[in-house]
């Protein structure tokens, strides 16, 4: 049976479904905090904190785990720089806690949620894993210091680890069932189709005075589908004792913000009234993955390749989720 913590969120959801799809039993952990209990698609749940390490233990007395899939962390770069010490708390204690856990009943198989955020600015364009880790929030700081504990972990007690570092995951389940959710919401499609769906005025570019060909801010952008692929992929890898500590997930193609709102333009057939604003603190002026590593050793390819395909099940979820679909 796999853990899969933080398993009624965007990507641990989405990746349930990939897993059920595949036949593999799943029992999700989540604390519901930012998750939603009607996303998670697998008939065993429960709801706790990885801070409450006597709820851990039984989740790992009750069922028969043979690996985990830890999605369980909070988020948001801008307030974990307001707010540095839960992000340190939930993040790195919860995953020490895990790990405990895991280390009390034999458990050695985790594949772990890691973001672009721990390589900071970059040096040079596409990034690949080799590249220095130099992370500009709280937030990036956790997720290079969970990859650093759990590669301690593997050398001192054997522990098998994959980290999957996200560039910007954006899309939605194209059956429609579950999709991208977050309250307040921060992430930039979400927001530009809510302005296309009326939900918002406008959308504020962050900056247009950046060393990009148009001014604006540079992602790459992939689908969570293609990310929750990447973790059964990644998982049937370590089970072989082959994987590399880390790969890059994207689909190794930048889109700039302005690029972004006039894809949501065409995919929705609506204007979408923009404001240009100044930069937000911490953004790097563009982040793009090089894939190639994920490519080579887990046979990975992206399957929705271009930025409409992945805006257009943003689209149909969005219409979905607020009854117009
Ligand atoms: N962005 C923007 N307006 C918004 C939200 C985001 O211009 O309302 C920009 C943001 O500055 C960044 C890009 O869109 O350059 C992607 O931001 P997001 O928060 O979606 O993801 P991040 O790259 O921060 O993980």
């Given at each position: 049976m796999i853990l899969v913590t933080g398993g009624a969120g965007y990507i641990g959801s989405h990746t349930i479904k990939a897993l059920l799809a595949r036949g593999y039993r799943v029992v999700a952990l989540d604390n519901l905090s930012t998750g939603r209990?009607?996303?998670?698609?697998?008939?065993d749940f429960v709801e706790a904190d990885l801070l409450d390490r006597h709820a851990l233990e039984k989740v790992f007395r009750d069922y028969p785990i043979r690996s985990v899939i830890h999605f369980a962390a909070k988020t948001a770069v801008g307030e974990s720089v307001e707010n540095p010490e839960i992000y340190y708390y939930n993040n790195v204690v919860g995953t020490l806690n895990l790990l405990s856990a895991m280390r009390t009943h034999g458990v050695k198989e985790i594949v772990f949620s890691s973001s672009?955020?721990?390589?900071?600015?970059?040096?040079?364009?596409?990034?690949?894993?080799d590249h220095p880790k130099r992370p500009k929030s709280p937030y990036g700081r956790t997720k290079l210091m969970m990859e650093e504990i759990l590669a301690d972990y593997a050398r001192a007690y054997g522990m098998g680890y994959v980290a999957l570092r996200y560039f910007n995951a954006a899309g939605s389940d194209p059956e429609g069932v579950i999709g991208e959710w977050h309250d307040p919401e921060t992430h930039l499609i979400p927001i530009v189709l809510e302005a296309a769906l009326g939900l918002r005025d406008h959308v504020e570019i962050f900056?247009?005075?950046?060393?990009t060909p148009d001014g604006t801010c540079i992602r790459d952008f992939i689908h969570v589908v293609d990310l929750a692929e990447a973790h059964v992929l990644a998982l049937e890898r370590l089970r072989e004792g082959a994987a590399s500590p880390a790969y890059n997930l994207g689909t190794g193609v930048g889109h700039s913000v302005r690029e972004v709102i006039e894809t949501c333009e065409r995919v929705t057939g609506r204007e979408i009234p923009v404001v240009e604003g100044p930069r937000r603190p911490g953004d790097p002026p563009a982040l793009v993955a090089d894939p190639t590593r994920a490519r080579r050793e887990l046979g990975w390819e992206p399957c929705f390749a271009s930025l409409e395909e992945i805006v257009a099940t943003a689209w149909r979820w969005m219409l979905r989720r607020h009854g117009r679909g």
């Open positions: 209990r009607e996303f998670v698609l697998c008939e672009a955020a721990v390589y900071g600015d970059p040096e040079s364009l596409p990034i690949p894993e900056g247009t005075d950046y060393n």
